[in-house]
Each structure stands twice: as C-alpha cells, then as structure tokens.
C-alpha cells in the first residue's frame, strides 16, 4: 500500500500497519480517529477495510493534512481532515456531529513528511533553519529561540531527560558559550557538528551523536509529552463500549507513560506499595479497559529492513470494557 511520500516519490511505509488494523479492527465499521494522521497511510487502511468506516484525521502540520486530504480524496465524506493538536480529541468531537468512536489510533512518531523535509529543521541531514515546529503556522518558540532563551541548566535537563544523553552537560555548555560569544546556534549543521565535537571521538557510534540531542529538543519544541496522561484518559472516555484504542510510540518516555496509564485504566493500582497494600489508592486506578497487547508489539525483522525507521515503534493497545448493568 505505498503511495508517494508528499511529492518525492519515495514511498510513505505507515509503521506497523497490520498490526495496527489487527488490533483496532475497522472492518466493524462505525467512527474511528486517526490522532496523528501524517501521510495517511493508518486512515486509508482503515477506510479500506470497510464502506461502513467513517475517519476523522486529525494532524498539527498543514503540509501532511494537505497531503492526506489528497491521498484520500477518493473516500469522499467518509474521510474528515482537522488541523488540531491530538490532545484537544474531546473539543474535536464535541465539534462534530459524530461521537463515541469505534476506534482511537494515535501514532506518535514524526511524520516522513517532517524528517524528510530540506526546510523545517527536524534532521541534521539538511544544513536547514532549526524550527522542528510541527505546527510551522503556530507562534510557538522554535529549536533555534528556545537555545536563545533558555539557561544553561535547563538546556541540559532537556537534553538529559527527553534525549537520555549522557553528555548533556558538556553540550549546553558548548551551546551557550556559542551564543555568549555572538554565535548562537541557528541551524541543524551548527547544532550536529557542536554536538559531535562536544561528545567528543567515539569509534563505536550507533547513532550519530547528535541524535538524542535533536530528539530532546523536538520533545520540547512540541511539548510531546505535555498531558499524554490526560489524553489517554479522554480517548478511553469517548470510545464506545468494546471500542477500540492503540497507540504506536517511538521512545521509552512516550511508551513509559503509555504502559502505565493503560495499567491504571485497566484496574492495575500505580501507587507505591505500602499505600497499596493498606488500600490507600489514590492513583484513580479503575478497571475500564482491557489490555490486549501484554507486552508491547514491535516491528519484525522484514518491517525493519524495508522501513528502518520503524526500528524504535512500539505498539499497545486496549478494549474499553461494557459497562455491566
């Protein structure tokens, strides 16, 4: 099911689809969001599998709902673009004439769109303005303003606890002596040939050395995991009886937060154990859900070799559970 990726010619691979329709299983039929729908390869599987789907897609980037609009055109009415941030899901609904979806699928990941543009900032492979907005249109601070403005410190919390990069120190450090001495780092080739330097010679590089760093700071140029909680919690109140919810992740943050609120709405209590144990619970544990992926799915060996950027999705999802009478 590829389809050209927003006008290169390079096809769009949606990460984990199969197992994705496994576990939403459109061909119910009925109302299902795509949160994050990118290039729309999840919405167009899902109004593949039935006449009877119905998909709002909803997407921060203009240039990827645009892309979408385009690639599902063909669906008519039955597909419905937003341009909205996946975390405003209950306005969005209240919004439209339609509610209690059959299925929610929120992919995480940054579209191929965004990686794969020469212009907005989200990859060192392009000597490009450091934006890594999502929403280019918003106000918001971009990568380069947010290294203007924050401290010392914070830059280091930053790429410390959104990239797990142990040099993060070293590398704000680096970052605002620049600025200090009228260099301030205004590119993605500035940015990755400090961080490269700051990290210093390594012979035995997996990744290169500025990529935890630019992961860290597209998390909090876009506020990536700002009231995920919250967002999950919405999801599971809006589907309808044994709907359907799956979330595809690309970090241990993301996925973190994600097991431990499907446990919570799965009755699963995340209060420390003496707490626990004197039933004490105030973590608002409740069972409305239940799990269907035990531990996470990942992508195999031949998803990995054809997309290699599906190497780091992980995939939950859950049922939400019919009331009792």
């Known amino acids: 099911m590829a389809a050209p990726l927003g006008g290169r010619g390079a096809p769009h691979r949606p990460v984990l689809l199969r197992e994705s329709m496994q576990y939403l299983a459109p061909e119910r039929g009925g109302l299902f969001i795509d949160c994050t729908v990118g290039l729309g390869g999840h919405s167009e599987a899902i109004l593949e599998s039935s006449t009877q789907t119905r998909v709002i897609g ?45 299925g929610i699928l929120a992919d995480l990941g940054v579209s191929s769109l965004q990686f794969d543009s020469p212009t ?30 924050l401290p010392e410190a914070e830059i280091a919390a930053i790429i410390y606890e959104y990239g797990e990069e142990r040099n993060s120190r070293r590398i704000a450090k680096w970052i605002v002596e620049s600025r200090e001495q009228g260099k301030p780092i205004a590119t993605t080739k500035e940015l990755a040939d400090l961080v490269a330097r700051a990290a210093g010679k390594r012979t035995n590089w997996q990744l290169h050395p500025a990529t935890r760093t630019f992961q860290a700071l ?5 506020r990536e995991l700002e009231n995920l909680g919250g967002f999950v919690a919405n999801a599971i109140d809006l589907l309808q009886p044994d709907g359907r919810f799956v979330v595809i992740s690309f970090h241990s943050l993301e996925d973190r937060i994600m097991k431990q609120e499907l446990r919570r709405h799965a009755g699963y209590c995340q209060c ?53 009478t």
Request: glycine share 4%; net charge neutral; with cysteine.
């Open 120 to 149: 907005r900032g989200f990859s060192f492979r392009f000597d490009a303005p450091l934006d890594m907005r999502m929403n280019a249109d918003s106000e918001e601070e971009s990568a380069a303003e947010l290294l203007q403005r």
């Open 272 to 324: 420390d154990s003496p707490r626990r144990e004197v039933g004490l619970c105030t973590c608002g544990a409740r069972r409305g859900v239940e799990i269907l992926t035990k531990r996470p799915v990942v992508p195999d060996p031949i998803e990995i070799a054809a997309n290699p950027r599906s190497r780091s999705a992980k995939l939950r999802a859950c049922r939400k559970l019919i009331a009792e």
């Open 218 to 222: 597209r998390i909090a140029v876009n």
């Open 58 to 102: 909803i997407d921060r980037d203009r240039t990827a709902l645009a892309s979408a609009s385009e690639r599902l055109s063909g669906f008519g009415e039955r597909f419905r673009p937003v341009h909205a941030d996946f975390r405003e899901l209950e306005r969005i609904l209240n919004d439209s004439t339609e509610s209690e979806p059959a």
